[in-house]
């Protein structure tokens, strides 16, 4: 298991954290999670509803289905899941994506793929965090969040990265490859 030191600053205060890949049936999801919670309300009403029922309500979500695809292309998670006490307080469908993984990796009997869908990259709080200091890392990271480029910034961005990535590799044909998920158009076409 591997593990590093990691801290976050919420509040004036400095909480410790520890990066491990966990077991993923040893995590349990957080119902209530904004985005869990409403897909039980939506399904359930107000009762209380079981893990795998809900892991088969997210299964059906298409931002599930995404993620998804999206985890299995680049091989794991750019982003930890967030985890106090075993429950993932941030991070239940990518949570759900790997089980998904595990499952089709466990069918498809290939062991080295069921190893890698096993363990998720986790950012683990200390179980005295307060649930202020919950709200607050989950609020600034959802309703406040990063500042979103503009539509301009994203071409840019985008157009960049494609023009260094065919440098790098010696294109000069830059319709010739894909990179970034985006296919190169020729604009004098």
Not at 73 to 90: R, S, T
Not at 115 to 126: D, G, H, T, V
Not at 137 to 154: N, R, S, V, Y
Request: charged content about 35%; some cysteine.
């Amino acid at each position: 298991m591997s593990k590093s030191k990691n801290e976050i600053v919420v509040l004036g205060e400095r909480i410790k954290t520890r990066i491990e890949d966990l077991n993923i049936f040893e995590l349990r999801y957080w119902k209530e999670n904004p985005r869990v919670n409403s897909i039980i309300k939506k399904q359930y009403g107000e009762s209380d509803v079981s893990d795998e029922d809900l892991e088969k309500i997210l299964l059906q979500e298409d931002h599930v289905k995404e993620l998804i695809q999206e985890i299995r292309k680049h091989g794991g998670l750019i982003d930890e899941i967030l985890v106090k006490d075993g429950i993932v307080l941030e991070g239940n469908s990518r949570l759900c994506a790997y089980r998904r993984l595990y499952e089709k990796a466990k069918q498809a009997e290939d062991p080295d793929e069921v190893k890698k869908w096993s363990l998720i990259k986790s950012k683990i709080i200390p179980s005295e965090t307060s649930d202020e200091i919950i709200f607050t890392i989950l609020g600034t990271w959802h309703i406040k969040g990063k500042k979103q480029w503009d539509t301009f910034e994203k071409a840019a961005y985008c157009v960049d990265w494609r023009c260094q990535h065919c440098k790098r590799n010696g294109l000069r044909r830059p319709q010739s490859c894909r990179c970034g998920g985006f296919q190169h158009f020729d604009s004098s076409q």
